[in-house]
Nanobody, 131 residues
């Protein structure tokens, strides 16, 4: 079973930057698992305390198409390295309202903005932005 494992969260001041990583892992990490990762559309979501999980960024399997909501457009960049089985989220000009647990996910069907479209999730990494 392939798992998604996030890393890179932490505490940063407003205006600062962080880079999140999400690596596919699992034993045994077979050629089939690597092939799965390379064809999977991926995304980042976040969830703040008391709020619903919200879409942050998505990327196509090839990496040629990316999507962002207006709240992060121009500040966040999603990318992927299929050779390393890793997807990244570069976050710049961070704001206190970006504070949340950030999750990566793999989409199996449907609208890339909807939580229900994703069937594989990481455990999350905490991002805290101080004012």
């Amino acid at each position: 079973q392939v798992q998604l494992v996030e890393s890179g969260g932490g505490l940063v001041q407003a205006g600062g930057s962080l880079r999140l990583s999400c690596a596919a892992s699992g034993l045994p990490f077979s050629a089939a698992a690597m092939a799965w990762f390379r064809q999977a559309p991926l995304a980042w979501f976040r969830q703040a305390p008391g709020k619903e999980r919200e879409f942050v960024a998505a990327i196509s399997s090839s990496g040629g198409n990316t999507y962002y909501p207006d709240s992060v457009k121009g500040r966040f960049t999603i990318s992927r390295d299929n050779a390393k089985n890793t997807v990244y989220l570069q976050m710049n000009s961070l704001k206190p309202e970006d504070t949340a647990v950030y999750y990566c996910a793999a989409r199996s069907r449907g609208d890339y903005q909807r939580v229900e479209s994703y069937d594989r999730w990481g455990q999350g990494t905490q991002v805290t932005v101080s004012s």
